[in-house]
């Protein structure tokens, strides 16, 4: 008997996710590249730029989960929209970078896109990526984007206090006839703090602390899109063409990311769900996850098979991973896509930290037509809870999302979630580290 019950648990342990296209579900444009992307509830706001002649390009906005798709900023013509920012407490006041191939220029609507203000640039000059202090509402950001002496991409750092009427420069090192690139971010604990990264003849990476007034010049000289933690002081991840990399201490010292892609995969779009703290980023190899704690990127299954983005530039910041409720959200080469990978039912049964992993009995057991399924874990991580058949065939998933630390119970109902036959099931918790099986018997 133990070894049948042993070589069950090995077949189950070979049991992989199914990675089939079709765990995506198909949300809408599918004649777009989805350089941004933001969900909100059913809302879903996109910015664009058309496959074929660039006929319909721009900033398209859903009230119905993607079943009907209206364009917001038709006032401007079809140029793509390259970065977008919705207020978080106003959904109708938003700001978009409209972009003629690599820079463009920026506006403002308070109204959802009936009318338009176009904010001033410095020297006019377009502008490859912008953002707006949580602090003070009319400070806003910009790199702008001009030629040099010889031709070559100059990109400059500047800052404004009046929205726009006025502009200050503010950073960084450099020759312009050397060219200059600039990715930047500001810190989401610490708004005062401000983080650049750049090259120009030779790389750069330097922070403020004071909102742009004055600059230290930090040891490592490391170029790439720049990203903040929501949780954690002095975490920045960089975001390179096939490289990511992070530092714990503000960018003194840098460290690889490892995980499931290969050594050649290039990196989009990068994300951080506010809620969760967990990690996303998008590559010409899938779409990948991880803590923001113990740093391991893993495969969210499917993914790979999605239709591959091609910025114009990877010096540019894509920005189209979205979460909302049970759902991921992915931009794409040819629309949006979403998938249910994760979900945020808060079925913990208190708060208490349990002092190690525990799969309790189903209860009751036998059942018809529902039970309960109740286990523990001493460590947040992501955990999935999975029902199989005799045959190793998997049944259904009960979770499959990131977690804290605690007790969770969750109610398998045959009857509303799928039909099954009367028979021995199995069912397994796989939290970090830890799996554990067990049996249950439903008669019918």
Not at 26 to 43: C, H, Q
Not at 267 to 272: L, P
Request: hydrophobic residues 35%; proline residues 3%.
């Amino acid at each position: 008997m133990k070894i049948k019950i042993i070589s069950f648990c090995m077949f189950l342990s070979l049991i992989t996710t199914t990675t089939k296209a079709q765990e995506w579900e198909f949300v809408g444009l599918d004649s777009m590249i989805i350089y941004a992307l933001e969900v909100r509830g059913d809302t879903i706001w996109a910015g664009t730029r058309d496959l074929s002649i660039n006929a319909k390009s721009g900033l398209y906005k859903s009230v119905n989960q993607g079943q009907s798709w209206v364009k917001i900023d038709s006032l401007f013509g079809n140029s793509s929209v390259g970065t977008f920012l919705i207020d978080k407490n106003n959904s109708s006041k938003i700001f978009i970078l409209k972009k003629y191939y690599e820079a463009g220029y920026l506006y403002k609507t308070t109204n959802s896109g009936l009318s338009w203000d176009s904010i001033g640039t410095p020297f006019n000059t377009p502008i490859k990526d912008f953002i707006i202090s949580p602090l003070y509402p009319d400070e806003y950001y910009v790199i702008n984007q001009m030629r040099g002496h010889e031709g070559e991409v100059v990109q400059l750092f500047f800052k404004t206090t009046n929205g726009g009427n006025e502009w200050l420069y503010k950073c960084c090192p450099g020759q312009q006839e050397h060219g200059m690139v600039m990715n930047f971010a500001i810190d989401k604990i610490n708004p005062n703090t401000i983080y650049v990264s750049g090259a120009s003849a030779g790389e750069f990476f330097t922070r403020s602390i004071n909102r742009g007034d004055t600059w230290d010049y930090l040891p490592g000289l490391e170029l790439g899109r720049v990203f903040t933690d929501y949780f954690l002081q002095d975490r920045i991840y960089l975001v390179r063409y096939q490289e990511l990399i992070y530092t714990n201490d503000g960018g003194l010292t840098w460290q690889n990311m490892e995980g499931e892609f290969s050594s050649s995969a290039i990196f989009f779009s990068f994300y951080q769900d506010e809620r969760t703290s967990v990690l996303y980023t998008l590559s010409d190899e899938g779409l990948f996850y991880s803590e923001n704690t113990n740093i391991f990127w893993r495969l969210i299954p499917g993914s790979e098979n999605l239709p591959v983005i091609q910025p114009i530039n990877y010096s540019s910041t894509i920005r189209n991973i979205s979460t909302n409720n049970n759902f991921i959200y992915t931009g794409s080469a040819s629309g949006i896509y979403r998938t249910d990978f994760i979900t945020r039912v808060d079925d913990r049964t208190n708060d208490l930290i349990p002092a190690e992993f525990q799969l309790a009995q189903n209860y009751p057991n036998p059942f018809n037509p529902s039970t309960k399924i109740s286990w523990q874990s001493p460590v947040s991580s992501w955990q999935t809870l999975k029902v199989y058949d005799v045959l190793g065939n998997e049944v259904a998933t009960l979770v499959d999302e990131y977690r804290e630390a605690g007790k969770y119970e969750i109610e398998f109902n045959v009857g509303q979630t799928i039909s099954l036959s009367s028979g021995v099931y199995f069912y397994r918790l796989r939290a970090g580290n830890f799996t554990d099986i067990k049996k249950m018997i439903l008669i019918r």
